[in-house]
């Protein structure tokens, strides 16, 4: 045993050595790159940018293992530090073929606007548009030329989002879902009681997507030179070939992937051009005399510390701790002049909601503006931690409001029958001891105790958005039931003050702090991400063993039939009450 241990010891002693030779390599030869290249002229660059690679809304921080994950924003910060760069001729796109996220496509698509008022091209190719979303597309239709792939087709022809309805299942079962719901447009509690949609949920759910829809079309008919009658024509009759769709407009080019290269090569006259990732090139530093905070979330609201961007916790979530202490932070920093809060979450925990909301307010009556950027959505829990806001930015085509709550459980004791199965309880204290049992309903004393507590949380949910909207209480009731809206709806009806991505959001904090528009500012994360070294400690902490385990744990958890349980249970559990339904849009 004892030579175990110190063989165990050895080996990782060696492993860490290894880490900090390799670390030591790195910087010496990083070091030794920037030497030979004084005096040197920096080559001329295109930044290239693959769509086809999931992006998260915000970085996370460095990973320690290969590439950190591709973020919108960190997408945004380089194409707008690109824009004055001289060594930066221009952008090449490989084009996703199946679709992303529409408020996400709408923020590239900003970002690539900008970035051509200087002057400089952006050429996009694609190997097919042949998934049917419309956001795929979108995310191009800015560029200066749009090149396919001949011997592949375009199929983009709109938007649909698909819901899951387990009431008929419940029933072969003789499962019985027991849920509350604040109000009929809450309607994450539909899955599990309906068959299908209910009026108020088919009429929201096609509500927003057609807002989405017009606001996509209206924008690439700007982009291409046509009308959006003349792009809804087209889409509605797609499937087309490649030939048909360069015929039609919505492509200029033909052409296999090297030959859109070698056109970039002969437009700029240089045969030895670096085509360079955006990931490399990365946002750069900013400085400034005046620095704003930017915190950002992402990912469900839970209790405790953020999680996500490691090996060993995948999921991105948005910690009530870890983002409090952001706002803490910032507000005891002296040269912090206003904070930009970064929301992409569907919501989750009422009671870490209510924690950052807190944070928040703090700042706020500290005499720091704190303006709010909305991501992909910002729902429910998303648009609570958002409610007191000085300013609040949203795409158009953000998923926001649903102003509501909803809870309850599936009682097994039924299904359980069926096999044989049997569970008995024994409460002593209140009755309500027994309600959250995943086997017996509801008493009636437990159902009217459980939903005064649902109330009580809808009440403080509209009561706070009131308060940090300044609209009557009777117009937040009015348009919050659980409803869900596009960023662009949201504006009409008071929920959002403008309309813009991340840039739009940290002018208008320069406006708010008195900063000149056009002056540059240092833009400060808040908490500060871990180091390379805090990593490699962090890596040191945990055992072989629990690296095996939980990449067992996560094997399993990726399979299909795994990950439809695990969202069926995540949707039904206590503690999610200020989530929000956000079906995946194609």
Known sequence: MRQFFITMAGTIAGIFGFFVLLFILIMFFGLLGALSSVG???????????????????????SLFGESPNSIVD???????????????GVFIRAENFGMAPASAEELRLALLDFKTS???VIAHAQGFEGTSLMSYQAVSAADEIWMQDTTGFAVSGLRSETEFYGGVMEKFDADPEFFQFHEYKSAVNSYTEKGFTDAHREATTSYLTSIYDNAVAQIAADRGMTAPGISQILQASPHSAEDALEAGMIDKLGQLEEAKDYVRKKLGDDKIAFTSISSYGPGTTTGASTIAFIGGQGAVLPGRSSGGSLFSPTITMGGDTVSEGFDKALKDKKVKAIVFRVSSPGGSPA???QILAAADRARDAGKPVV??????????????????DHIVALPQTITGSIGVFGGKVALEGTFAKVGYNIEGITIGGEFAGAYSPDAPFSPTQAEAYRGQLQDIYDDFTTRVANGRDLPLERVQDIAKGRVWTGAQAKDIGLVDELGG??????????????????????????RQKTFEEQI???????A???QDVQALQEIAALPEVQAAIRARNNARFGQEMAADIPEIK
């Open 119 to 121: 002057g400089k091209f």
């Open 352 to 354: 870490a909601s209510d």
């Open 40 to 62: 040197e002229k920096t080559p001329d660059k295109v930044l290239t940018l693959d769509l086809r690679i999931p992006f998260i809304d915000h970085s996370v921080g460095e």
């Open 372 to 389: 709010i950027s909305m991501g992909q959505y910002a729902a429910s829990g998303g648009y609570y931690v958002s409610a007191h806001a």
């Open 502 to 527: 991340i840039m739009t959001a940290i002018q208008a904090a320069k406006r708010l702090a008195d900063i000149d528009e056009d002056e540059d500012v240092r833009i400060k994360v808040f908490p």
């Open 545 to 547: 063993q629990l690296a």
């Open 537 to 543: 400690n962090d890596l040191f902490t945990g055992s």
């Open 75 to 89: 997408t945004v910060y380089a194409l707008n530090r690109a824009k004055t760069d001289d060594a930066v001729k």
